[in-house]
């Protein structure tokens, strides 16, 4: 029995005893109340009391029992979707299907002419780059196009675009940012004359990060197998703030096939950008190898400045410091200056030897190792406040990261001490063996 | 009146007693629905599937997955050489064992078609009809790692069709002539001895058959992919694949085409095709094809290096007019070319 027909039975019993109660009131000449009342009175007021209180009863024991019964089917339905559930999931792929539909205007195809691959082969240690096109991501009507710097680890020569609807256009690239391994691109729309033709593309809209659920279906799309229409493949967001907060990580395949091309919700909208990463290695091809273990990386791009930088044609890097911590206190914890860089960001911070930093922007210092992530989070341009006791006394600064000095080719003395420019290069890196050396100390 | 009454009390009692029963017997059907929507499709597919044991050859395993694709024995499954001994057998769903003949082999495909001495009712009829589109749920059932021994049923993972696509592979580090469609899948099937295992939709029908291990040569990564099921039809009805069919009549009898363009060859054949000259009076100088051009696309074709340029040129026809797209400066310029016979 539908449901429907049992609301129609229940507005059916509900309207017939109106009209009992109706008819006592109208017998007896008393209310239905009164008549309860007045259930063992004359004669006359039983005839129509016996009944209509009955049928009160009963109605409402009835509804009773249908409501709770009702309620509890739709607390299970949102506590414990059953029905709901399975023909969710058998209907999942036309929701895969419209929401890839629905973001192809915003993707273009990108072919990637000569470099230095296409000559030596193997290029950045790791796994040759293929031979097919990739994907990337408008995200301007002017032409911005934003993507993995995966695509062009061979130093293509010329990049050309295609658009969903079929226009080609030249690109050429603006700026990397080497801490997502995103690489902005700008279609080359000007005249001979030198003026820009209007392009007006379709624009990809990012999710926020509070839209962003862990759980939640993700789509990986890309057009990388050499076909006009793109690959999917489908899996959750598996966790958000990975890679120093960079990155959402999922088990949707991520692979050279949409290395650039986007993870997308079930409503098409942009979760990120996606990217080979391992966040312990900043090398441009690390996290390839993972392509199919079920770790995938996406940069969201809810932080839209991201753009405004690269747009500038200044590439994004780690951020340096120019300090060398270990742990202020006896039991590995704390953050102390052991030398301060010249002429580094820590320096004109105003950081001196013995300083014991306790605060990095918003977060609090706990150790050596967690002060080497914090510096991580950080943009080579970022700018942070940095607090720390000087003799006991709370001090706070202006602190303006910068990239690391320059690494000279050849090595220096071989036997020359920790403080050799080759070793400043990444904060992570040098916060690593300090840990193990407090260790020993503590061991000791 | 109080007849009227009775009557609606007693139809209360029924509906009462019907609601009860709707909401104890939604309870299990639910609980079917939620927890084994697959289940039929993985129920019709298993006892389809069989079990293929070999001998291995130096790092190949011995064993493989193969379908079922008639009721008296014949089996497809991935071509390997594990399938050359003389012990090779075939273990059914109920953990029968028989000894396996190989009837046919397309190394095109990588396809091989053997026969057991047995009646196998349950089999997967092969049609041309696609059961399923990008996006849709697959399950492989496969032996991967040979997890499964005897009766054991089959491994079962589950995934969606990712692509339908033709292209171009390789397979242990050289290239293949694999050019047929296949579909990808987002599955993890690219395993030792899952080649030859079912795929199959969310209700059991079959789309397509795992394929052997190879590389896509458009992004140097393994692929997870199943031959179509209507790929797997025609080599049962003993027709040659498509690709084959291609490779032996290239284009009917036409002669070869020439542009009268000389590419620039610098460091090798993997080089740009950038145009270093154009006869005069050829079809690239008719087309308005000029000196330090780089040749993007022709005849639709992306045009990476001059390898490409050159097999692209050997499916041009004389005569037949034709789209080459080149980087001139700052942009593209499209130019219609038709081809002249090659002198």
């Known amino acids: 029995m539908g449901h429907q027909r049992v609301f129609e039975l229940i507005a059916e019993r509900i309207e017939m005893m109106f009209e009992l109660s109706q008819a006592g009131k109208n017998k007896s000449g008393v209310s239905v109340g009164s008549s309860l009342i007045r259930f063992r009175g004359p004669r006359q007021d039983r005839v129509a009391g016996f009944p209509v209180f009955k049928t009160i009863a009963l109605g409402v024991l009835v509804l009773g029992v249908i409501l709770s019964t009702s309620l509890t089917h739709l607390n299970a339905q949102e506590d414990q979707p059953d029905i709901g559930l399975s023909a969710g999931i058998l209907l999942a792929p036309k929701a895969f299907r419209a929401a890839t539909k629905k973001v192809l205007p915003c993707l273009v195809t990108i072919e990637s002419f000569g470099g230095v691959g296409a000559v030596q082969g193997k290029i950045g240690g790791i796994r040759r780059q293929g031979e097919g096109s990739t994907t990337g991501i408008i995200v301007s009507k002017d032409g911005y196009v934003i993507t993995s710097s995966f695509n062009f680890i061979q130093k293509p020569r010329v990049i050309t675009l295609k658009t969903s609807d079929g226009s080609a256009y030249l690109a050429k690239p603006i700026a990397n940012d080497n801490t997502r391994k995103l690489t902005l691109l700008k279609i080359q729309n000007e005249s001979k004359t030198g003026e820009a033709k209007p392009l007006n593309l379709n624009v990809a ?133 052991v030398t301060v860089v010249k002429t580094s960001p820590a320096e004109k911070a105003g950081l001196k030897k013995d300083d014991e930093i306790v605060k990095l922007g918003k977060y609090i210092v706990q150790d050596v190792n967690q002060f080497g992530t914090l510096v991580g989070r950080f943009d080579s341009d970022s700018k942070t406040k940095i607090t720390y006791l000087r003799g006991g006394k709370p001090m706070t600064s202006e602190l303006a990261f910068t990239v690391p000095p320059k690494v000279t080719p050849t090595r220096p003395n071989p036997g020359s001490p920790k403080l050799s420019p080759a070793k400043k290069e990444d904060k992570g890196k040098k916060a690593q063996p300090k840990k193990s050396n407090a260790e020993n100390e503590n061991g000791k | 009146m109080r007849h009227h009454l009775k009557r609606s009390i007693a139809h209360w009692i029924i509906l009462v007693a019907l609601a009860a029963t709707i909401f104890v017997g939604d309870d299990s059907l639910a609980d079917e629905r939620l927890n084994g929507f697959l289940k039929k499709a993985v129920d019709i597919a298993q006892p389809k599937t069989v079990k293929i044991f070999g001998a291995s050859v130096g790092r190949v395993e011995g064993y493989g997955t193969g379908i079922i694709v008639s009721n008296d024995g014949h089996i497809i499954t991935g071509n390997g050489v594990y399938l050359n001994g003389y012990s090779t057998r075939v273990t059914l769903n109920n953990g029968e064992t028989y000894p396996v003949k190989v009837i046919r082999r397309d190394s095109n495909l990588q396809l091989a078609l053997l026969k057991i001495d047995a009646s196998t009712p349950d089999f997967f009829e092969l049609g041309e009809t696609p059961a399923a589109e990008k996006g849709d749920w697959v399950i492989a059932v496969s032996n991967a790692f040979k997890v499964a021994e005897r009766a054991e049923p089959l491994s079962v993972t589950l995934g969606i069709l990712s692509l339908e696509t033709k292209m171009t592979a390789k397979r242990r580090g050289t290239e293949v002539i694999y050019d047929g469609p296949l579909y990808l899948i987002d599955c993890i099937t690219s395993n030792p001895g899952a080649a030859g295992g079912a795929v199959v939709t969310a209700d059991g029908e079959l789309v397509g058959m795992i394929g052997k291990l190879i590389e896509s040569k458009e992004t140097n990564t393994r692929m997870n992919y199943a031959v179509p099921e209507k790929l797997l039809a025609r080599f049962l009805a003993g027709k040659p694949s498509e690709s084959t069919q291609a490779s032996t009549s290239p284009k009917g009898n036409s002669k070869p085409a020439d542009l009268g363009i000389t590419l620039f060859s610098l460091g090798g054949r993997k080089s740009p095709a950038f145009v270093d000259r154009v006869r005069r009076g050829s079809a690239a100088k008719k087309a308005g094809i000029r000196s330090d051009d780089l040749i993007v696309t022709l005849a639709g074709q992306t045009i990476s290096n001059s390898t490409d340029y050159k097999s692209v040129l050997a499916t041009l026809i004389p005569g037949e007019k034709t789209v080459i797209v080149v980087k001139r400066r700052n942009s593209l310029e499209r130019f219609d070319i038709v081809p002249d016979e090659k002198k």
């Open chain 1, 205 to 337: 809209k990012f999710m926020s990060e509070e839209e962003i659920r862990v759980g939640q279906w993700a789509v990986t799309v890309g057009i990388g197998f050499g076909d006009v229409n793109p690959a999917i493949s489908i899996g959750i967001v598996s966790a958000k703030n990975r890679g120093f907060g960079r990155a959402i990580q999922t088990d949707a395949n991520v692979s050279p096939a949409n290395y650039g091309g986007p993870m997308i919700d079930v409503q098409g909208r942009i979760i990120g950008v996606c990217v080979p990463l391992n966040p312990k290695s900043s090398s441009l091809a690390s996290g390839v190898e993972w392509y199919d273990s079920g770790i995938g990386f996406a940069i969201p791009l809810y932080d839209q400045s991201i753009i405004e930088k690269l747009k500038k044609g200044k590439d994004i890097n780690k951020a340096y410091l120019g300090i060398q911590p270990k742990p202020a206190k006896l039991d590995g914890s704390g953050v102390k200056v």
